[in-house]
């Protein structure tokens, strides 16, 4: 019955999510670029250049759309998150930014504890736009680049793979301009990094850190000379992705996050119960075609 079930629930889902995707049309976004630089791999491109990639409540939005775009396009199977101009992201455009929370804030209309309400529901709205990256069902390999600073950090954080160049600079800068990072950062860091006292410093203090101290940190895995060659070492570790299982690839990244935010006896139940189904994937049959005839072979989009 327990089988049953779950096999009910699975077509039920995969039926579900083909009529969405049917529908699912690739958003206009100003911002930010989306392409297929390779077969099943896509590159999301911050372009808000002059600006140093800096976010805003619209850029904010646009990725958000962007990474929900390709969480459900079958013909994606994993991401390079790049940027475009001379910083993969200054943080926040402290003026715009600002200025909302100020006209909000000096609202003659509201009380405090509307005023609050309304700023909740804003800094989760923005949180969102971060935590899908995680979220996304696809891997995705953050590329970084020069300056990595307040945002920028939130953003990689969520991401599954983190590459930088050498001139790369981090600062998990909040606290600097009077403030707690509250998209992210707080909250993931302890869960990447292997030193629990230099990511306090780091919090604490808003210290400049370079790639080196980054890669002791575990927040980075991979430094190359320059941005194109870590543009180009992310795609190909990609490419290597997109040609697996999708049902194996994306199945993989659901239980490390599970796992990463439960015990490990909840973690294996979980695997457990999702397995049960998953195991019927023909990808099974085919990747063992794949060992024993040492060819590469082909998985259908999922």
Request: hydrophobic share 40%; glycine share 4%.
């Amino acid at each position: 019955m327990l089988l049953r079930n779950l096999l009910c629930y699975q077509s039920s889902r995969l039926f579900s999510r083909s009529i969405s995707i049917a529908k699912i049309e690739k958003p206009t976004l100003k911002n930010i670029n989306v392409n297929e630089i390779s077969s099943k791999v896509f590159n999301v491109e911050l372009n808000r250049a002059k600006q140093l990639n800096t976010f805003t409540p619209e850029f904010w939005l646009e990725l958000k759309s962007a990474i929900n775009f390709l969480s459900q396009y079958s013909g994606c199977r994993s991401i390079v998150l790049s940027a475009a101009g001379k910083s993969f992201s200054a943080g926040i455009d402290l003026k715009e930014t600002f200025t909302q929370i100020s006209a909000l804030s000096n609202d003659p209309t509201l009380d405090s504890a509307r005023k609050a309400r309304i700023l909740m529901d804003t800094l989760k709205g923005f949180q969102d736009c971060y935590s899908i990256l995680e979220k996304c069902s696809r891997p995705i390999i953050s590329t970084i680049h020069s300056h990595c600073i307040g945002a920028g950090v939130n953003m990689i954080c969520s991401t599954d793979i983190r590459y930088a160049s050498k001139d790369t600079i981090f600062s998990i800068k909040e606290v600097d301009v009077g403030m707690t990072a509250d998209m992210g950062t707080l909250n993931r860091i302890q869960k990447i990094v292997g030193n629990d006292s230099l990511a306090r410093e780091l919090s604490y203090t808003g210290r400049d850190f370079n790639v080196d101290e980054a890669l002791k940190l575990g927040l980075i895995s991979k430094i190359f000379d320059n941005k194109n060659d870590c543009y180009d070492g992310a795609v190909e570790t990609a490419k290597m992705i997109a040609e697996k299982s999708p049902i194996g690839v994306q199945g993989t990244k659901v239980v490390l996050n599970h796992a990463r935010n439960h015990s490990i006896e909840d973690s294996l139940e979980f695997i457990k119960i999702w397995n049960a189904s998953q195991l019927l994937t023909e990808d099974l049959e085919i990747a063992a075609k794949s060992v024993l005839t040492k060819k590469k072979v082909v998985f259908k989009d999922v």
